[in-house]
């Protein structure tokens, strides 16, 4: 290794996260949100620490193809289903389970007419509007997939837009919406992210879908991981690679936008925007210089980020700077910089090796 940027993955953090969701809905079967490279903390590492599992949730077939390869042999569900006609073969040949959201897909399906058994979850759209078939459309669509050989139903269902606000009433009237169209109706349900699953008890149902949250970082804006006695898995960490004495007026970086208020050191960490540190991250984000607090100072550039080390007399050229993680909420960079902790973790970028412990 030679700069000395990582991302530290805790495996044992990532199953503690799993068994407080299993204890949280313990009637509900649980699909491990793995897209988005395991939400940057890597897709097949973390889908062998999360065996217990009852299912895998991912974006894409390419996706579902490394966990296959892995020898991983859940059920694996397409979140958004297929984009193109064309993935089916690989879809039915590797048995992954589609969520079928738009009736062009019941079209392709029903050209390709598979001849293994395939596994499809209808999704509703109960007032998020994004992916989904309209209320209406739910019979139809049931017909015509019970028309269509070796599609198997697995269930029924949808997404809320806003349970990440414990007092927002939306989510309440989705779970009304789904209730109406799915109760009576065979199949499972699933309804619940991260957020519904520690928030909305009452949406657990059959099946609760967790991706956030089995990272160890919070859904809710207000509130902390540890607050729900969840474990971070990702520390993003770096070295100091210089230390500067700087005076009173020194502007540093990019810009010149940080003034030296008075004559202080100034410390230069290897990390930046290059590797997923967020750019818009202000003076005054904070940082763990060798377990102690810290903030940055200057504009974040590609390779390195410049700190505020007054009051730290025993920082060295080599002492570690961690970004988040163990000791620093990603919750508060994430604040910091404008942003939400999913972003933060799913841009770390390829050139930070991921570290397992
Ligand atoms: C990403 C995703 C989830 C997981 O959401 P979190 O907020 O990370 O828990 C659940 N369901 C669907 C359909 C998703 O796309």
Not at 235 to 257: M, Q
Not at 278 to 295: E, F, I, K, M, Y
Not at 333 to 344: H, Q
Request: hydrophobic share 50%.
């Amino acid at each position: 290794m030679t700069r000395p940027v990582r991302a530290r993955v805790a495996l044992d953090a990532l199953r503690s996260n799993l068994e407080l969701a299993r204890r949280t809905a313990p009637h509900s079967r649980i699909l491990a949100v793995v897209k988005a490279n395991a939400y940057g903390h890597g897709l097949v590492p973390v889908a062998q620490a999360l065996e217990a599992a009852d299912a895998f949730g991912v974006a894409g077939v390419e996706e579902a193809l490394f966990l296959r390869q892995a020898g991983i042999k859940k059920p694996i569900v397409l979140l958004e289903g297929f984009f193109h006609g064309a993935e089916l073969d690989e879809v039915i040949r590797h048995r992954l389970s589609l969520v079928l959201h738009a009736a062009h897909q019941l079209e392709a399906l029903a050209a390709a007419a598979p001849a293994a058994p395939l596994r499809v979850w209808v999704k509703l759209d109960t007032g998020m509007h994004r992916l989904g078939f309209a209320p209406g459309e739910l019979p139809s669509v049931l017909q015509r997939l019970q028309a269509l050989e070796g599609v198997e139903l697995a269930g029924l269902m949808t997404h809320f837009a806003c349970a990440d606000d414990r007092a927002d009433p939306a989510t309440r009237r989705q779970l009304e919406r789904f209730d109406a169209l799915a109760g009576g109706l065979e199949g499972e349900h699933s309804l619940a992210n991260s957020a519904a699953l520690l928030g909305w008890p009452q949406t657990h149902a059959g099946w609760v879908r967790p991706g956030l949250m089995l990272y160890g970082i919070s859904p809710f804006v207000d509130s902390l991981a540890v607050d729900h006695g969840l474990r971070p898995a990702m520390t993003l960490e770096t070295e100091l690679i210089a230390i500067r004495d700087c005076a009173a007026g020194d502007a540093v970086g990019y810009g010149g936008a940080w003034v030296c208020p008075e004559a202080m050191p100034v410390g230069v960490a290897a990390i930046g925007y290059g590797d997923g540190y967020p750019r818009h991250a202000p003076a005054g984000t904070p940082v763990l210089v060798d377990g102690r607090p810290a903030q940055l100072v200057g504009r974040v550039s590609m390779d390195m980020i410049t700190l505020d080390l007054r009051g730290l007399p025993e920082a060295r050229v080599g002492s570690r700077v961690s970004l988040w993680g163990e000791g620093l909420p990603v919750e508060h960079i994430a604040r910091a910089a404008g942003t939400i902790p999913y972003e933060l973790v799913c841009a770390v970028t390829a050139r930070v090796p991921l570290v397992y412990e």
